[in-house]
């Protein structure tokens, strides 16, 4: 079953909605649709070599910025996509209950870059810094910017907005 095709597809019409819905936002709405999609790739990749199930790993990928979707806000998305995105992932019928928790709970600490989580954990973080990073973004805060230069092995030129902010 292309599981992640069909969860993509669910969250470009989720992406659809919530354009139309909250017009103020915090990041460009085509961001979202790139991301979710790029970070599940590098995700899935990641599991592999990690020894991780590559579906479940870039499903918590295609998920990951719910919170962000929903809300339009970027402070606090991690936490905010919790609850909606478990309603969501049900309603695709695509993952058992334990499966959707296991991609709920990678929403909610996604952001908590400083912090080792689970495998599945560490994969979306991963994924989602260096996705930033490909894409030319400037870090938030600079534990995302550390956690980048562990994944590849040296120092990146990208810059840090706000170096003393660990959380957001
Ligand atoms: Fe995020």
């Excluded at 292309?2 to 919530?18: C, G, H, N, T, V």
């Excluded at 478990?86 to 928790?101: A, H, I, R, S």
């Excluded at 709970?105 to 954990?121: C, F, L």
Aim: net charge negative; with cysteine.
């Amino acid at each position: 079953m292309k599981k992640i095709l069909r969860l993509q597809s669910a969250m470009l019409k989720e992406i659809d909605k919530y354009e139309k819905l909250v017009t103020e936002r915090s990041h460009f709405i085509d961001w979202e649709r790139v991301h979710m999609v790029s970070c599940a790739t590098i995700g899935y990749d990641m599991a592999l070599e990690r020894g991780v199930d590559p579906i479940l790993a870039a499903a918590a990928c295609t998920c990951h910025d719910y919170g962000r979707i929903i809300t339009g806000k970027q402070t606090g998305h991690a936490e905010a996509g919790y609850e909606p995105v478990k309603v969501f992932l049900k309603g695709t019928g695509l993952f058992t209950d334990e499966e959707v928790e296991t991609i709920a709970t990678a929403v909610r600490n996604h952001s908590k870059k400083g912090e080792i989580g689970t495998p599945i954990e560490e994969i979306v973080k991963d994924a989602d810094v260096l996705d930033f990073y490909r894409y030319g973004y400037e870090f938030a805060r600079s534990t995302q910017k550390v956690r980048l230069e562990k994944l590849l092995g040296h120092p990146v030129e990208t810059g840090v907005a706000d170096p003393d902010r660990l959380h957001k």
